[in-house]
DNA sequence: GGACTGACTCGGT
DNA sequence: AACCGAGCCAGTC
C-alpha cells in the first residue's frame, strides 16, 4: 500500500466491499490514504470491470448518471435498501476500518438496517 | 514542465 | 430539497 499506485489501491479496497455494503467515493479514497476522491471515481472507470464498482457511489446514495440504472439493480439484487432511486446510505454505508457488522456511529442514533 | 480532466464533496443560497 | 461555485489531486496529453 505504499509504492503501489493509487489506483491499484483503490481497486483492492472496492474488492474488500462486502456483499451487500456500499461506500462512498469519499470513502474509498480516505481508506487507501488519499484526498483524491476524484480519481476514485477515475480509476473505476477505466478498471473498475475488474471489481464491485457498484459498491462505490456518493455519498448521499445516488449515483452517475449512467450507471444509476445497473447500479441500482446490482445493489437491489444483494439487499442493499434502496429508497426512492437513491441507497439508503444509513443502512448500508460500510466502514472498511470498523467491519462489515458494525452498527453505526449513529448520527441518527438509531441502529443499521432499522 | 504545465494545463486539463473527472463515476466527487461541501458549504452557502 | 435543489442549484451553484470552489476545492481537491492523480492521471493523461
Redesign the pocket.
Known sequence: MEDV???ERVLSCVELIPRGRVM????VAEFVG?????????V???D?GTVP??R?L???GS??E??REE?LARLAAEGVPIRDGRVDMRAARWDGRAGPRMPFPSRTGSVAGL
Do not use: I
Not at 34 to 42: E, I, K, L
Open positions: 499506485p493509487l489506483a462512498s467515493y469519499g470513502d488519499s484526498r483524491a476522491v476524484r480519481n476514485v471515481g477515475r473505476l472507470a477505466s473498475g464498482w457498484h462505490v456518493r455519498r448521499d449515483c452517475a449512467h450507471l447500479q
